[in-house]
């Protein structure tokens, strides 16, 4: 079992930065993947970001070259950068995690309880 708790996010005007950070614990050696689910109201939840612990990395086409994800093996922790930010990526914002590959396909089992995230414009 894995438990992902979040922090970071908060309110930002448009074009502004924001930096949010997932502490994974329990059974963290089995991890093969990481990464960034978002939540817009009436809206399906979609995978932002996501990458391996060898490296690979997924981005979404709405945000390349805006949100970078990153990860410290040390202290167990993913980071996803958000700049340039826009009032479309208002949404709450899931930590997930995986044993098995596939970073992009569906199914990750362990989520974080969600940071919510707001760009004013």
């Known amino acids: 079992q894995v438990q992902l708790v979040e922090s970071g996010g908060g309110l930002v005007q448009a074009g502004g930065s924001l930096r949010l950070s997932c502490a994974a614990s329990?059974?963290?050696?089995?991890?093969?993947?990481m990464g960034w689910y978002r939540q817009a109201p009436g809206k399906q939840r979609d995978l932002v970001a996501a990458?391996?612990?060898?490296?690979?990395?997924h981005y979404a086409d709405s945000v390349k070259g805006r949100f970078t994800i990153s990860r410290d093996n040390v202290k167990n922790t993913v980071y996803l950068q958000m700049n340039s930010l826009k009032p479309e990526d208002t949404a709450v914002y899931y930590c997930?995690?995986?044993?098995?590959?596939?970073?992009?396909?569906?199914?990750?089992?362990?989520w974080g309880q969600g940071t919510q995230v707001t760009v004013s414009s």
């Open positions: 990458l391996t612990m060898s490296g690979s990395t």
């Open positions: 329990g059974s963290t050696s089995r991890i093969n993947a």
């Open positions: 997930v995690a995986r044993y098995d590959s596939g970073i992009t396909r569906s199914g990750y089992p362990y």
